[in-house]
């Protein structure tokens, strides 16, 4: 079967986006029910913070016990001091964590430092993934260039956590939140494609017509190293949760 043929079966289209969000933490309850120690891999952006609200209310309402899960976020901006409210580490705080109690959540660094120092700790990053015994499930969600994480086009399929450079699109993206693309990094530390991939699960989701079209290319066009997003169409472990503007034009 050809590769975008299985990537659209493995579709779910959702009314809207309150729906998209809480089927997608059906999906990550579903895994700590059956694996209270699970580790999961979590995303930044609009896009999943409905999904953090509905696991907050269900632990909140339903007891549900997050106190045993790990997770590792996907990227940060370089530099970035993890205080700065433009942080992806004070965005997972004031999104998830300051409410839902895990044993432990890691962001990639962002602090200004040295080649060399950056190097070691993308590596020690890595190897704090593998000794929490990979990652279980990772939530991604999709830029407009088709990057996942920070992985931009052109990124290798076999990259590793290190320092990307960001392609223009994505800081004109995030202009808003830093009040002008000027102020936005140029560069930032992602979890890389090879290490996404080898989440024992991966849940991508998409809402809005903004990202139809890129939804469209990442998952019937060419499998390529040019859209990131699209390299997900060789892993049969991939679910695309989607809602139905995201999903207009597949
Ligand atoms: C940022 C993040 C990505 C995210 C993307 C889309 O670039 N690094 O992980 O998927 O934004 O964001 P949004 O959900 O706001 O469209």
């Not at 830093?178 to 560069?187: A, K, L, R």
Request: with cysteine; net charge negative.
């Amino acid at each position: 079967m050809p590769d975008s043929l299985t990537a659209l079966s493995h579709v779910t289209v959702s009314p809207d986006y309150h729906t998209l969000c809480e089927r997608v933490a059906d999906r990550i309850v579903e895994l700590v029910l059956s694996k209270p120690d699970a580790v999961l891999g979590l995303a930044t952006g609009a896009t999943p913070k409905g999904v953090y609200q509905a696991l907050i209310r269900r632990h909140q309402e339903q007891r549900l016990d997050f106190s045993r899960v790990t997770c590792f976020n996907l990227d940060e901006y370089y530099p970035m001091s993890p205080d700065s409210p433009h942080s992806y580490h004070s965005f997972m705080r004031e999104n998830l964590f300051s409410s839902l109690e895990v044993r432990q959540w890691s962001v990639p660094g962002g602090e200004p430092r040295g080649p060399e120092q950056i190097e070691r700790d993308c590596l020690a990053y890595e190897a704090a993934i593998r000794e929490a015994g990979g990652i279980d499930l990772q939530l991604l969600g999709i830029g407009r260039t088709g990057h996942i994480g920070f992985n931009e086009p052109g990124s290798p399929r076999g990259s590793r956590t290190r320092l990307v450079t960001l392609d223009p699109v994505t800081r004109h993206d995030a202009a808003p939140d830093f009040g002008g693309m000027e102020n936005v990094p140029t560069q930032a530390v992602t979890v890389g494609l090879a290490t996404i991939f080898e989440a024992r699960a991966i849940v991508l989701m998409a809402s809005g017509k903004s990202k139809a079209d890129i939804v469209r290319r990442a998952l019937t066009g060419v499998v390529t190293e040019d859209v990131p997003a699209s390299l997900l169409q060789n892993i049969d472990r991939v679910r695309y949760f989607l809602d139905s503007d995201a999903a207009e034009r597949l």
